[in-house]
């Protein structure tokens, strides 16, 4: 019998596309990260009802799925293993979903990654 993370990283692969669908795949604290090559594959019914989440989002260009402190690592290792999927940083993810921006997401980002670092703090 497979683990509960085992499955819980089945499910998800299978409801973003399968891993060629997804373009970068990363892990915090407590959520999944990933970068999707095409959002349309994505099957948001399937991710919101995947065993050992509590929730998901998109943001910054990534969806984010809720797994909880101790148990997004395990599902990280085997979603990795299952996909064949190269381990990434969160910059790393951080950086393919930049690059997936529409040129005004990307332009934005630009003058703010120059004009933030020289505002002083209040």
Known sequence: MASE???????ILAAVG??????????????????IAD???VDM???????LAKGNFQAAGQLQVIY?????????????KQGN???GSTDDAKAA????GNPLQRATKALGDVFV??????
């Open 5 to 11: 993370h085992a499955q819980a990283a089945k499910e």
């Open 18 to 35: 399968g891993p060629e669908n997804v373009v970068s795949a990363a892990h915090c604290a407590t959520r999944l990260r990933l970068v």
């Open 39 to 41: 959002d349309s594959k």
């Open 45 to 51: 019914d399937a991710v919101e009802d995947c065993s």
């Open 68 to 80: 909880g402190t101790g148990t997004v690592n395990k599902v990280f290792d085997e979603f990795c």
């Open 85 to 87: 999927i190269t381990v």
């Open 97 to 100: 979903a930049a690059a997936k």
């Open 117 to 122: 670092p020289i505002i002083p703090p209040s």
